[in-house]
């Protein structure tokens, strides 16, 4: 069973990056979009970025600038490149594809 793996979370100042990663067991990422959401406490789970088949990428505006989506595919693994976080981009990142999600990874922002 095809498993996704996020990893790359962690405390960071306001300001500053994180790169987080998601790693998939099998060759999923060839068939379909991979798309980042995240959950913050108290919030419903909301999309993040997205990247296709064919690399066309699309964010929610409130990261838009700030956050990159791409893809290894050699790796098997899509990469979420935030720069510039702020308080407000604390939350569980969560990795999906089709019905597949990962177990999540925490992104801790701090002033």
């Known amino acids: 069973q095809v498993q996704l793996v996020e990893s790359g979370g962690g405390l960071v100042q306001a300001g500053g990056s994180l790169r987080l990663s998601c790693a998939a067991s099998g060759s999923i990422f060839s068939f379909a979009a991979v798309n980042w959401y995240r959950q913050a406490p108290g919030n419903q789970r909301e999309f993040v970025a997205t990247?296709?088949?064919?690399?066309?990428?699309n964010y929610a505006d409130s990261v838009k600038g700030r956050f990159t989506i791409s893809r290894d595919s050699a790796k098997k693994t899509v990469y979420l490149q935030m720069n510039s976080l702020k308080p407000e981009d604390t939350a569980v990142y969560y990795c999906?594809?089709?019905?597949?999600w990962g177990q999540g990874t925490q992104v801790t922002v701090s002033l």
């Open positions: 990247i296709t088949r064919g690399n066309n990428t």
């Open positions: 999906n594809c089709l019905a597949l």
